[in-house]
């Protein structure tokens, strides 16, 4: 009986301690780090071969792609052991955890089952010759493959496998000496025999059907919950990850839109593209005329809330900086396919209705009808998108008659105009807006709302008419002047 006791208590202890030991590889291979420091000296200590690479590396171990079952390449597909929504691929070390936690239930459940039930060990035999397999597939790759590190904790699980699978052997009944009975032998007493009946009854039925039923379902359970676990830490995992990501790239960003410098050295190594200007494209001209104009090409949507803070912070500050001398051409690339079948979209549902209005506008009464358009349009972007700005709104402003406007701006010369700023638009490479463009080369989006980047270009534009800039273009006096923030980027 002490030897049955041992032999069952020595397994549960084995496999939990196995268990455990798979737990602390999941929480490394997943996070990074067991969190426990005796674990991570054996794991990590250092020990180096001929070659100067760590031979003892539980990390290297644990990030080759045979750290999964099935194996994990980079160049497998995310979805590739999938089956709808259950995954087919784990964790080596969370397969042993629910390997090993699944056996020392076994063994506490189920124990030494009786002579007759001996069949019921054959269950937990053949999932650990399975498990034995693995052992010696994964000690074969860590020594006689092309992988230049071993895991100690791997190998204690698998010692410990074999172990185990031993003592499972220990387990299985053996067959009773049998003795010459007299032929008259009786029991000693009625009670003893009744005694001897039901301990022969009880030994049989152990373990019953039910049991061994029972004990199979709590091991399925168990996997699903250590599964169920797991996904939930993953995703927590993920999720902190993607935070201090987000974080760190807020941070870099931060920094790198602070240096207008650099921001100034990405406008200039983008690609050039050719953004032809037509002679009647709408244009805010320049104020003076005893100086070149800088250029500004812009591409937008009036119903893009993006577009209508650029073309506030442009009026307010940027023109600032170049004393009268900014230019800024004006392009239509509404994110509506109903005008603009590059766009893809319907986003903006009366984009197209308001472009064709400004482009009628400028079409009977010029540049300054559409400028009047345009500035009316982003201040009442509200309205625009309610539905609330109506054909007559914009004639009555213009003084024009409803009819006539509404005429023009859903003629083909419109309809024309708007297909040539789209077709043009995609050969500049314009994924969104407002885009910009200076000299042909695209304003980065994180870059055209830091005024920063517009003063640099602004002492390079006085520097190469060969003109001191006036103090009122100054940068601390513009921005004493205008209090308009830039744009936060495109929609």
Known sequence: MFRRTLVQTLAVAF???????????LAKHVSGSSGLAWFEST??????????????????????PWSYIPPKFKDDPADKYRFGPFRLQYPAAFLGMVYY?????????IGHPSRNRRWVLLLPVIGMALGLLSSAFFSYLMFFTELESWCPWCMVTHVLNVVIFALLLLMWPRARKTAEEPTQAKPASETAARASLSASTTEGLHPSTRHVLATLIACVLIAFGQSQILGRAEARLAGVSAARNFKACVTALRRLKSDSNRLVKLWQDSEERPVTIRPDDPSRTCEVTDRPCF????????ECPSCGRFAEFVDNKVGALFGGSLLTVFKHYPLNSGCNPRAGTRMHKYACRAARWAEGARMIGGNDAFWEVHDYLFKQQAKLKSGLIKNGTIAEL?????????AVAASEAVTNRLAEDAELAVRCGVHGTPAVYIDGKQVDVMTKGEIGFWDILADRYWESIDT???PTTQLPVVEATADTPGPSGDR
């Open 15 to 25: 496999s939990l301690a196995a268990a455990y030991i798979s737990f602390n590889l």
């Open 295 to 302: 250029e500004v090409v812009i591409f937008s949507d009036f």
């Open 43 to 64: 794991c990590n200590p250092g020990e180096e071969g001929g070659d100067g690479k760590s031979k003892v590396n539980c990390d290297a171990v644990l990030a080759t």
């Open 398 to 406: 213009l003084g024009l008659d409803s009819t006539e406007l509404k």
């Open 468 to 470: 001191p800039r006036p």
């Open 101 to 109: 936690s699944a056996l020392a239930f076994w063994f506490v459940s």
